[in-house]
Every structure is written in C-alpha cells, then in structure tokens.
C-alpha cells in the first residue's frame, strides 16, 4: 500500500466530469438492526426497503440538483433487485440483478466518472459493529496485499483502478470511519450510531434525507480535495471463509489457489482483475451446490 506515492494516488483538484456513480446497500439504512429486515420477502422487508428507497431517492436528487449530468447505480444488495426504478428521475439508470464484475467492467464505473459514492454500506466481518460482514455469509476476511479490508475497501480499490475517487460515504458510523481509513477526509453521512453487532442509535429518517440531500449537492457541485485509493498491482487477494458447504466446494474446485485450510489466494495485475476471477468462481460454487441440492 502507498496511500502517499503520487504515481498511485492522486488528489482531485478540479471538476473533470459530472458523472456520478453510487454503489448501494441496505445494511447501513437508518431504523436497520437485523438482516431479517433486509431479507427479501421478509415481513419486515418492504418497511426497510421505504427506508431504503428514501435515503436513495434524497442523494440522487441532491447530486442532480448540485449539478450532476449523469448518475447511475449498482444494486449490492442481496441479488440486486431492491431499487424502486418507478420512483427514480428521469435518465438515472440501475445496474440490477448483480451482474458480474470483470476485468475490463467494473459493474458500470469507469475512469469518465467524476466521483464513486457509497450508500448503505456497513463495517467488515469481525469488528462486531452493527451488521458488520464482508459481503456475504462465506467469507470470514478479506486482505488486499495484506491488509484486511471489507467491501467498503475492496468497491473503493476497484474504482481506484480506475483512477475515480471515492467521494462520498453514506452509512452507520463504524462504516464511514473504515471508509475514512482508507480515503482521509472523505465526506460522509452518518445513519445511525453503531452501539453493537444488533443494535445501533437510529437517526429520524427526516434528518438523514435532509443530510444526504445536501451531502450529495455539495459534492456534486465540487469535489472534495480527497486522494484516489489504488493498489499497486500485482494485487494478492487473500479470501478467508468459514467452514461449510461453500467452502468445500471451493476448495474442491480450487485446490491449488488454497495457502491455508480456509484461505484462497488470487493474483491479479488489479484488484478488479482479482475481484472478477473470484466472482466466477463463486458462480462456479453456486451452480454446484444448487445442483447437488436438486440431486
């Protein structure tokens, strides 16, 4: 990691483009505890997806209304079919349904973007703050080069390949400090207060809407003086999971990626090059477990 080498970091010092994109999660919404909330078909899903859906809506109009001339999102959640897209503005576009990463896509972010922002997102497996995991159920850690990050490092690594900034965080408190570890004086939105793994102080959904409004028009209309976060590549992606089915089909198909029991090891020349091989492992997994499921 060389967060002060300026061959791999640079700061933004003016307004190259006015094109935003937003990845965006339900974890770190306000009034969120539980994943039962966040879990389609829930009893409790829809309520949380209001939520959701108002916090969304607050930033998206913030940036248009700060200047933004293009937004587009990615759905993180779940299997990506939580965005209401009868109720966004006009030309905003969504990326649902998850489709994978790859070494040339990075799910829609590209280097014409002015700036990435995070909504929703929460801290990684292990910090035990309010719904803290690293994507899914599986993983136990992640570590990019030996740091161990969550997906706030890994999505803000990917746009770094890019060489976007991360310009904006939007989440609980212990998501917006991992965030500001990474990328110093990025601006954020605290939802709520983490106070532990299943609880947390919720703010008014009013005052997070007013919040993300403004945060998002301000951002748009000048970017923070903040520094891309890149990895200098080759990039090692040390993937940890906890015991289970996923895992050993894993590691039966990938047998000579483990350097530990638990611990799959890629290489890459970037972490978007690393991230896409594992997404197709993972589609890999699913597949076969589904298929010995119906066996």
């Not at 994507?135 to 136990?140: L, S």
């Not at 047998?255 to 091989?277: C, E, H, Y």
Request: glycine share 10%; hydrophobic share 45%; proline share 5%.
């Amino acid at each position: 990691w060389h967060p002060g080498r300026a061959d791999h970091v640079r700061a933004i010092p003016h307004m190259p483009s006015r094109k935003f994109h937003i990845r965006t999660d339900m974890e770190g919404v306000s009034g969120v505890v539980n994943l039962h909330q966040v879990t389609p078909g829930s009893d409790e899903y829809q309520q949380a997806r209001e939520w959701y859906m108002a916090e969304l809506l607050a930033l998206v109009e913030g940036l248009l209304e700060g200047g933004a001339t293009d937004v587009s999102i990615y759905d993180e959640h779940w299997f990506g079919r939580n965005v209401d897209v009868a109720r966004l503005p006009a030309g905003v576009r969504v990326l649902a349904g998850k489709p994978p990463y790859r070494a040339d896509w990075a799910g829609g972010l590209d280097r014409t973007h002015a700036g990435m922002i995070l909504h929703g997102l929460h801290s990684m497996a292990g910090t035990g703050e309010v719904l803290c995991h690293t994507y899914e159920p599986d993983f136990a850690a992640i570590a990019l080069n030996g740091r161990q990050v969550g997906e706030i490092g890994v999505e803000t690594a990917i746009a770094g390949d890019a060489g976007v900034p991360l310009v904006l965080v939007c989440a609980d408190s212990a998501g917006l400090a991992e965030a500001r570890a990474l990328v110093p004086g990025v601006p954020g939105v605290v939802t709520k207060i983490s106070q532990s793994a299943t609880g947390a102080e919720c703010r008014a959904l009013v005052d997070v809407v007013r919040d993300l409004r403004e945060a998002g028009r301000q951002v748009a209309a000048a970017l923070p003086p903040v520094a891309v976060f890149a990895v200098r590549g080759p990039v090692r992606l040390d993937c940890t999971f906890v015991e289970g089915a996923y895992l050993d089909v894993l590691r039966e198909r990938q047998a000579g990626s483990f350097v530990r029991r638990d611990t799959l090891r890629l290489t890459a020349p970037t972490v978007t090059a690393a991230w896409a091989d594992y997404w197709q492992m993972k589609l890999a997994v699913q597949a076969e477990l589904a298929r010995r499921a119906r066996a």
